[in-house]
């Protein structure tokens, strides 16, 4: 498996401006009674829902001016297209609680980007053991056919991420 991880990916002023809409008031987010995708075996779990923000959909283009202000993140990932993106919120909970493992679109041969805009105990894992910790400011970078999960947090109200599905330029592998 290969991935890329780029901390302080942003100069400050840039990630503060993004982590203050993502965190603030003002951004609308709206519940989701899953995680990876609906109907899972978690269902029951009461730790198993999150909030979502859509700012990007390939058949619909731009859904919310969140987009306007990620075009440095985007800058760094120099898409030749964008498939989707979208900002994943969820609360804290008790314990750590892992997601199921899953594909973000089942047959992507494209790459993922986790943008993680607050650091906290919550982390991405992937198949191979890899653990990425959520710390602000950090992003990875995998391909879209890369088995992953991610978790809860325990030590923050929330573990806030932007998730990009895109195509780069070349259809090369990291």
């Not at 991610?150 to 895109?166: A, E, H, P, W």
Request: proline fraction near 3%; include cysteine; hydrophobic fraction near 35%.
């Amino acid at each position: 498996m290969s991935y890329k991880i780029i901390d302080n990916c942003l100069p400050q002023d840039e990630f503060l401006k993004i982590k203050n809409i993502m965190l603030g008031a003002n951004l609308d987010w709206y519940y989701n009674d899953f995680i990876a995708s609906p109907g899972n075996d978690l269902r029951n779990d009461l730790d198993d829902f999150q909030f979502t923000h859509s700012a990007y959909k390939h058949n619909i283009g731009k859904v919310s001016d969140l987009h306007n202000v990620l075009t440095p993140i985007l800058e760094i990932l120099n898409p030749s297209a964008i498939v989707r993106i979208k900002a994943n919120l969820r609360p804290k909970s008790n314990a750590i609680k892992e997601s199921e493992w899953h594909y973000d679109n089942d047959n992507f041969d494209g790459k993922v980007a986790i943008f993680y805009v607050n650091t906290n105990n919550g982390y991405t894992i992937f198949d191979d053991g890899t653990k990425v910790q959520s710390i602000e400011n950090r992003l990875v970078i995998f391909d879209g056919d890369t088995l992953h999960t991610g978790s809860t947090c325990t030590d923050q109200k929330v573990r806030c991420l932007i998730n990009f599905m895109y195509y780069n330029w070349t259809d090369s592998k990291l």
